[in-house]
């Protein structure tokens, strides 16, 4: 009688994860997303994006190097994609999702530090 009592709820679990392997083993619609990395500093010509492409549709994770990048130049404006961030010691990823395509400019909060960087369709 025992054996009944343990054969029937592992029958029951044999059976159910028989019917739920094939959707386990199924393959993702989803495609893992990537992120791109890039990285903002200023020079003597304004703002430097390096990388300077990016794909228009994968987030874009930009670390500011405070070394390079100072004053009203820390208060970054990307118009295209409605970013305004201030960075500063400890918080210096800005972080956004290309949605167009073509040159982007990028500018401080003041209007006098200048740059841009090209977004690409996807392949």
């Given at each position: 009688?025992?054996?009944?009592?343990i054969a029937a709820?592992?029958?029951?679990?044999?059976?159910?994860?028989?019917?739920?392997?094939?959707?386990?083993?199924?393959?993702?619609?989803?495609?893992?997303?990537?992120?791109?990395?890039?990285?903002?500093t200023f020079d003597?010509?304004?703002?430097?994006?390096?990388?300077?492409?990016?794909?228009?549709?994968?987030?874009?994770?930009?670390?500011?190097?405070?070394?390079?990048?100072?004053?009203?130049?820390?208060?970054?404006?990307?118009?295209?994609?409605?970013?305004?961030?201030?960075?500063?010691?400890?918080?210096?990823?800005?972080e956004f999702t290309?949605?167009?395509?073509?040159?982007?400019?990028?500018?401080?909060?003041?209007?006098?530090?200048?740059?841009?960087?090209?977004?690409?369709?996807?392949?």
């Amino acid at each position: 009688m025992l054996w009944k009592r343990i054969a029937a709820p592992c029958l029951v679990f044999v059976v159910a994860l028989a019917l739920a392997a094939p959707a386990l083993a199924a393959p993702q619609d989803k495609a893992p997303s990537k992120v791109q990395l890039v990285k903002l500093t200023f020079d003597d010509k304004g703002y430097v994006v390096t990388p300077s492409t990016m794909t228009k549709g994968v987030p874009v994770k930009m670390e500011v190097d405070l070394g390079t990048v100072k004053g009203c130049m820390r208060t970054v404006v990307i118009n295209a994609f409605n970013v305004k961030q201030t960075v500063k010691e400890g918080a210096t990823t800005i972080e956004f999702t290309p949605s167009k395509s073509g040159k982007i400019d990028i500018i401080c909060g003041m209007n006098m530090g200048k740059g841009w960087f090209t977004v690409v369709d996807p392949k």
